[in-house]
């Protein structure tokens, strides 16, 4: 079984926890390595069994505006240090993943400022460069871009020196940093034949080598098949959990499932938030709607993924120029309790998840779902046999087991013992029922 099938991801923006400053002025070399070694204990404590950084390599601003492919951000330390950190988490069973922006750089990358001196040997390294127009930034040229942002200049991936930089970069961030696997940056724009390079490029180097791309629209599987990418993120489930919360209707939530998994089963990376959208907290109409999210997180098909800070429910939301409020710096050793109700909940689910093939590499299938009544669905694996069964109403209601099941069945989340009936499942909650052999329906 691959390893990223078993993991449960921990999503950090590591310019928050370096503290970095906005804007990168290349002269200040700091080293907060330390300062996210400190989140280790917390993280391994959880139950996570993989971390995602984005990102970090030398860039101007966010991080995604890329100066150097070969040296980790002098905001947060040096590759030495960052070679530690990845190390000081594999020492304690945790694999890394790195966010990577091949689509394009900034402009403060060398080919680009040679560029910008009409050195015309990289004129073939950047996408749609006219000389014959300005560039809305007083460059002596124009170019095509990442969504029209200026700031970000794309690169002609069909350049083989171009594609030989970046592959080389690829290439010694696992020997440098031995990371595990990587996010790629806007996939779903990136060059489809250098994915496949960069696939064949990472396996070369480590067989488990795990490359997951950022992807908000479209048919998956035109991403994820034997040749590009092991796995995309899935924002048609994030948009349907929260708005099928929101506006009480689980037929959305239901309907986003028929469609996206039972037809491939595509192993995809489920979140309820990220470092470019709203805090789940803040998405929410209804604080108790965290409840029932994060249930289904980690009981329905998918990688499940946490950001940083969501697991004690902190809020955030964007602003019109802004996606600071996303990314705070949060200081493990002062701010938070971990005793908090929503954290031991989290770290209760995610070791029902460890320890649940079912749920781990499970079918999933329908079972119930009428207008204003629990959705019931099933996780079945080889023997074994999971019913979830939800609901987001702030009333008590009622499920039929008996139509489902005929053996005793052992809520997950509160080890009681069940005989199939009619069973009541309280105001935005979750069971999590497996049956103690496999007859279900």
């Not at 170019?143 to 030989?164: C, I, M, Q, R």
Request: glycine content about 6%; overall charge negative.
């Amino acid at each position: 079984m691959e390893w990223y099938k078993d993991a449960i991801i921990y999503h950090i923006y590591a310019l928050s926890l370096a503290n970095a400053p906005a804007v990168n002025d290349y002269t200040q070399r700091r080293n907060t390595v330390s300062e996210i070694e400190k989140w280790i204990p917390h993280i391994k404590g959880m139950g996570f069994n993989t971390v995602l950084f984005s990102p970090v390599l030398k860039s101007k601003s966010h991080g995604y505006d890329v100066t150097d492919y070969y040296e980790i951000d002098n905001r947060i330390g040096t590759n030495g240090g960052f070679q530690s950190l990845v190390k000081t988490f594999h020492d304690n069973g945790i694999r890394v993943i790195i966010d990577c922006v091949f689509n394009h750089c900034g402009r403060d990358f060398f080919a680009f400022k040679e560029l910008q001196n009409r050195n015309m040997n990289y004129a073939g390294w950047f996408s749609g460069v006219d000389f014959s127009k300005q560039s809305p930034m007083g460059d002596p040229f124009t170019y095509d871009t990442w969504s029209g942002h200026f700031k970000l200049p794309k690169f002609n991936l069909k350049n083989a020196s171009v594609k030989e930089y970046l592959l080389s970069a690829a290439r010694l961030w696992i020997d440098t940093f031995d990371i595990d696997g990587m996010r790629l940056d806007a996939a779903d724009v990136l060059d489809k034949n250098f994915m496949t390079e960069l696939r064949h490029v990472t396996e070369e180097k480590k067989n488990d080598f795990w490359l997951m791309g950022e992807v908000v629209h479209g048919d998956y599987s035109k991403w994820v098949n034997a040749q590009t990418l092991h796995s995309v993120t899935n924002y048609f489930l994030y948009k349907s959990l929260y708005s099928s919360h929101n506006e009480n209707n689980l037929f959305e939530l239901a309907h986003c499932l028929e469609t996206s998994v039972p037809a491939n089963g595509l192993p995809l990376l489920s979140f309820l938030d990220n470092h470019d959208q709203n805090r789940i907290a803040s998405a929410v109409s209804n604080p108790a709607h965290l409840n029932t999210l994060y249930a289904l997180l980690f009981t329905l098909p998918g990688i499940p993924c946490v950001y940083f800070g969501s697991e004690w429910g902190i809020r955030g939301e964007k602003e019109k120029y802004s996606d600071s409020p996303l990314r705070p710096y949060i200081d493990i050793e002062k701010r938070y309790d971990f005793s908090a109700p929503l954290t031991g909940y989290i770290n209760k689910l995610i070791s029902i998840r460890q320890n649940e093939s079912a749920l781990k590499y499970g079918s999933y299938k329908k079972l119930y779902l009428e207008y204003d009544c629990p959705f019931m669905f099933k996780r079945s694996y080889e023997n074994q046999r999971i019913i979830v069964a939800v609901n987001i109403k702030d009333r008590d209601d009622f499920i039929d087991l008996n139509s489902h099941c005929i053996n005793e069945l052992t809520d997950l989340l509160s080890g009681e013992c069940i005989t199939p009936q009619y069973y009541m499942i309280k105001p935005h909650s979750v069971l999590i029922l497996k049956e103690s052999h496999s007859s279900f329906s």
